[in-house]
């Protein structure tokens, strides 16, 4: 049984472009949470969607930043014109549900730079 | 709101030696407490979590943790490190939502021969 994917593992971009990060949740999971981890800092809650659904993305900056995952495919992190401070990693996690034992599984992480 | 408190950044021990890391939360509802692993330029590993029930947890690797709901305290120890334990290990809570981790920052623990 796979473990959750992430690509690309490393993101280079120039200020101003688009950065699209993917998520493939284990097989069976359901449920998908975005967490940014800044260096030398905890990972940072993001969004939690479901598929076709944003169920919180209280952790979403406002602007330029947006979430999805498809009836079909992975999920999708989306940053707009990036920026220096955007240069972080992403990780990925799934779970089968959102119930008392909900264990999230993590993916290795996107780690992306701005330059 | 919660939040998670590593009261050590850094911790180097040597190998075959005991260690505790300390993590300290605050919560205003019930909490389920976790401690991951990160390996160098890997994902998170679930060590071990709490739920209910007792409050000495055993994990993976040998790692054990205690919940003391007095102290809002959920120490991760292990009676002799390996250096394959050299590691970033991170102490996460959730509460009411029993979704959204909230992470401590991190300890880095280095294991020398």
């Known amino acids: 049984n796979a473990g959750v994917m992430q690509n690309p593992r490393h993101l280079v971009r120039r200020r101003g472009q688009e950065a699209r990060l993917r998520c493939s949740p284990m097989k069976g999971h359901s449920h998908v949470y975005w967490y940014r981890q800044l260096p030398e800092e905890g990972l940072k809650f993001m969004v939690y969607l479901q598929k076709e659904n944003i169920i919180d993305e209280s952790g979403m900056p406002k602007e330029r930043f947006s979430a999805e995952f498809p009836k079909e495919g992975p999920s999708i992190l989306r940053i707009q014109q990036v920026v220096r401070g955007d240069s972080a990693a992403y990780f990925c996690a799934s779970s089968r549900d959102r119930g008392r034992d909900n264990e999230q599984f993590f993916g290795p992480g996107t780690r992306l730079t701005v330059l | 709101a919660q939040s998670v408190t590593q009261l050590d950044s850094q911790v180097p021990v040597f190998e075959e030696a005991p260690v505790e890391l300390r993590c300290n939360y605050s919560?205003?509802?019930?909490?389920?407490l976790f401690w991951y692993v990160q390996y160098p330029n890997q994902g998170l590993q679930l060590l071990l979590k709490y739920l209910s029930g007792s409050t000495l947890v055993k994990g993976i690797n040998g790692f054990e943790a205690e919940f003391n709901k007095s102290q809002t305290s959920f120490h991760l120890r292990k009676p002799s490190v390996h250096i394959s334990d050299t590691a970033e290990y991170f102490c996460?809570?959730?509460?009411?939502?029993?979704?959204?981790?909230?992470f401590g920052k991190g300890t880095l623990l280095t294991v020398n021969p």
């Open positions: 919560s205003s509802v019930s909490v389920y």
């Open positions: 996460a809570v959730s509460g009411g939502s029993n979704y959204k981790l909230t």
